[in-house]
């Protein structure tokens, strides 16, 4: 096999596509302790040690049982001095010196913050703390020229910030079908990302959509936008206070512009695709869940929504892709899959795990 290399009989395979994580996390402590250094380290744009601090803890995140002695870690594929006695002071003391300083640390504190802006990177984050600015309120007073994303970012952090929930994930599905089976009936539309390896909550909801005749898909992203965005106010449902009373505003018509720009991950996803914010309205006095922050008038929340329009012949492809984690970042960015722009036909997941000659791991098992 291709990934075969330093084939000792160790129990824990080197890379995360051979090993099955479950969201059953039994290292939680020590992971987000990694975790916390690991964006420390990029916030220093230390990619080694980012690496070094992301492997050891996805490896963590795969065990069966929590680690209780730093002598268990044997066999540990590529565990470093540094990140062996970040775990070994917390299995000691309960807690690592080190994560404390970062944590407490003005920087680190700041660009987590501007980091969890939508449209911010780390290299704006940076930036704007060297500039001083510290808080959100600081930000706003600002004479910084935000982006088109930035601005929303800041417009709707509160809701931007706090988690989707699954029961909000199948009302924004509702409202994406109604655009989508408008222009394309024999549409078919798929939950991928965080949701579909089986998480309870996420940032965004990410969908794909494709249609079992090739090509009848092209230029669908466009029309589901424009639809979705002339749906101001409009209500589909009025029926029970759950079910979806939803319209996509300004909001999405002021991020359907960035539609395909080109993104990092892999050579092969040009897919249409729509990094959108929709507004998911919800009842006022609904069980109340989330209005906790929001303003007396305001009774939607807006949420973050990725649609990728796929052709059917690639559908596997981006399913494996978009539904992430650490295992489809691999996977997808193997070059064993494609030459020259020409893939490997796949017609299922599955398919793809055979020609790399990895065991299959099923979509909730890859939560490395
Ligand atoms: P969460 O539940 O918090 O949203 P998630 O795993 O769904 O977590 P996303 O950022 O939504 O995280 O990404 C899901 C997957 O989609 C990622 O693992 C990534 O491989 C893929 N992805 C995200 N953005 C892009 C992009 N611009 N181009 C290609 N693939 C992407
Ligand atoms: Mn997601
Ligand atoms: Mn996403």
């Known amino acids: 096999s291709v990934f075969s290399a330093g084939a000792s009989s160790a129990a824990i395979p080197t890379y995360a596509c051979q090993r099955r994580t479950t969201l059953n996390n039994h290292n939680k402590v020590l992971t987000d302790a990694l975790k916390i250094l690991a964006e420390n380290a990029e916030y220093y744009e230390s990619v080694g040690r980012y690496l070094a601090f992301t492997r050891v803890s996805s490896i963590l995140k795969s065990l069966p049982y929590a680690v209780t002695s730093v002598d268990s870690l044997r066999g540990f594929p590529g565990l470093g001095e540094h990140c062996r006695k970040v775990i070994e002071e917390i299995l000691e003391d309960g807690v690592c010196q080190e994560v404390e300083s970062v944590t407490q640390s003005q920087r680190y504190q700041t660009l987590t913050l ?58 924004i599905r509702k409202t994406v079908e109604e655009a989508v089976y408008r222009y394309l009936p024999g549409a078919v539309i798929t939950l991928a990302g965080g949701f579909r390896r089986g998480k309870e909550t996420g940032h965004d909801v990410d969908f794909l959509i494709t249609h079992p005749e090739e090509g009848k898909e092209k230029g669908l992203v466009t029309k589901v936008i424009q639809h979705m965005a002339s749906q101001v106010g409009l209500r589909h449902s009025d029926t029970t206070h759950h079910q979806a009373i939803m319209s996509c505003s300004s909001v999405v018509r002021a991020l359907a512009s960035q539609k395909c720009r080109k993104q990092e991950t892999s050579k092969f996803d040009h897919f249409e695709r729509c990094f959108t914010i929709v507004k998911l309205n919800q009842e006022l006095g609904a069980g109340g869940q989330g209005a906790g922050h929001r303003p007396e008038d305001k009774h939607w929340k807006a949420v973050r929504v990725d649609l990728v329009i796929v052709p059917i012949s690639q559908f596997a492809y981006a399913l494996l892709g978009w539904t992430g984690s650490q295992v489809s970042k691999m996977l997808c960015n193997f070059p064993h899959l494609h030459s020259q722009n020409e893939y490997f036909s796949a017609a299922a997941e599955e398919e793809i795990f055979a020609h790399l000659e990895l065991d299959y791991i099923a979509p909730w098992e890859r939560n490395a």
């Open 114 to 171: 501007f980091t969890s802006i939508f449209g911010v990177g780390v290299k704006t984050a940076e930036k704007w703390y060297k500039e001083q600015h510290q808080t959100l309120a600081d930000l706003r007073a600002s004479q910084i020229r935000f982006t088109k994303e930035q601005q929303v970012g800041l417009q709707y952090y509160e809701d931007l910030t706090t988690p989707v929930t699954r029961a909000e994930a199948d009302m």
